[in-house]
């Protein structure tokens, strides 16, 4: 099985940007598909991007098209969120996910592993 761990989460006032890595050990990258969700105080987990495990094809939440980029790096097994533009209300706990599926599931009870989150505060 594979173990994520995320860094790059901190506190960044509005309008500016943060990029969040996804490091994977255990089993190479490549032999999973990729995402982000994240989970505001007192609510539910929700996804934010994926990307697929063979093609790289990304795809986004209405909330963040335009202003996030996913990306993967196989040979470095590591996975990417690129944040541009950032709001108040994309304040939240921030997590890795990986799923043995060619596409990410967007459903959180479905997905097969998790990163432990890292913190992403944004000031107005």
């Known amino acids: 099985q594979v173990q994520l761990v995320e860094s790059g989460g901190g506190l960044v006032q509005a309008g500016g940007s943060l990029r969040l890595s996804c490091a994977a050990s255990g089993r190479t990258l490549s032999s999973y598909a990729m995402g982000w969700f994240r989970q505001f105080p007192g609510k539910e987990r929700e996804f934010v991007a994926g990307?697929?495990?063979?093609?790289?094809?990304?795809y986004y939440a209405d909330s963040v098209k335009g202003r996030f980029t996913i990306s993967r790096d196989n040979a470095k097994n590591t996975v990417y969120l690129q944040m541009n533009s950032l709001k108040p209300e994309d304040t939240a706990v921030y997590y890795c996910?990986?799923?043995?599926?060619?596409?990410?599931?967007?459903?959180?009870?479905?997905?097969?592993?998790w990163g432990q989150g890292t913190q992403v505060a944004i000031s107005s």
């Open positions: 996910a990986a799923d043995r599926l060619e596409n990410m599931p967007t459903i959180v009870p479905w997905v097969d592993y």
């Open positions: 990307i697929s495990r063979s093609d790289g094809s990304a």
